[in-house]
């Protein structure tokens, strides 16, 4: 059946370096992608998110990359900060027919000072 | 300020006790959800409602009900709830659903069944 996934559990990377979270799906006709960021204790954040219909998007340290030949969807977080330490879940939406939104089982980052 | 609200944020009850998540939103938002979230399933979604007295089903439904009487309020039902619901819950929302935009949580709500 369809789902959304993510290569890595757990990252750790050094304070500065730049990180990449990694996701597969596997609904070709998934229009929408997300990726959210979850601090302990509190609810998913949005980060950023790219439609079907591009390649990539860059937002503030963060960018958002999506290969639709492979099903690939990587969120590269550059410079990487303490702040940064989280789980990180990408999100697939099927299509605008149904409401339904599949999240990955998340990759937690950690920072190392 | 945006947000979403569940109420309560803990609670510890016994199996077959009927009880009612409460989650409120006040950015008129018309697509709302319910999740939950297990270690190492990540985060399921239960119900959805595309708009006023429209709900669905997604892909955990099972022993849940919801209701969307208003834009504003997605109450999550469990009627006779049992240990394999206690869990981690959240509600979201967002704008039309059409027009991919992403969702808002809320801070969750942790349900112990015994």
């Known amino acids: 059946g369809e789902s959304v996934g993510l290569h890595l559990p757990t990252l750790s990377v050094q304070e500065g370096d730049n990180s990449i979270i990694n996701c597969a799906y596997s609904?070709?006709?998934?229009?929408?992608f997300i990726w959210y960021k979850q601090e302990s204790g509190k609810g998913p954040q949005f980060i950023i998110d790219i439609r079907s219909n591009m390649d990539k998007r860059q937002g503030q340290r963060v960018t958002v990359l999506l290969n639709k030949t492979v099903k690939h969807l990587s969120l590269q977080i550059a410079a990487t900060q303490p702040g940064d330490s989280a789980v990180y879940f990408c999100a697939e939406k099927f299509s605008s027919n149904t409401g339904k939104l599949i999240f990955g089982q998340g990759t937690t980052l950690q920072v190392k000072p | 300020e945006a947000q979403v609200t569940q109420n309560p944020r803990y609670l510890i009850t016994v199996t077959g006790k009927k009880l009612t998540v409460t989650c409120s939103q006040n950015?008129?938002?018309?697509?709302m959800s319910w999740y939950r979230q297990d270690p190492g399933l990540g985060l399921r979604q239960i119900y959805y409602s595309m708009n006023v007295e429209v709900t669905d089903k997604g892909d955990v439904p099972e022993g849940y009900k919801v209701s969307r009487k208003e834009k504003r309020n997605f109450p999550l039902i469990l009627e006779s709830p049992s240990p394999n619901q206690t869990s981690l819950y959240f509600c979201?929302?967002?704008?039309?659903?059409?027009?991919?935009?992403?969702?808002?949580f809320g801070d969750g709500t942790r349900l112990s069944i015994l």
């Open positions: 609904n070709s006709a998934s229009d929408y």
């Open positions: 979201a929302s967002s704008p039309l659903w059409g027009s991919n935009q992403p969702q808002h």
């Open positions: 950015m008129n938002h018309e697509y």
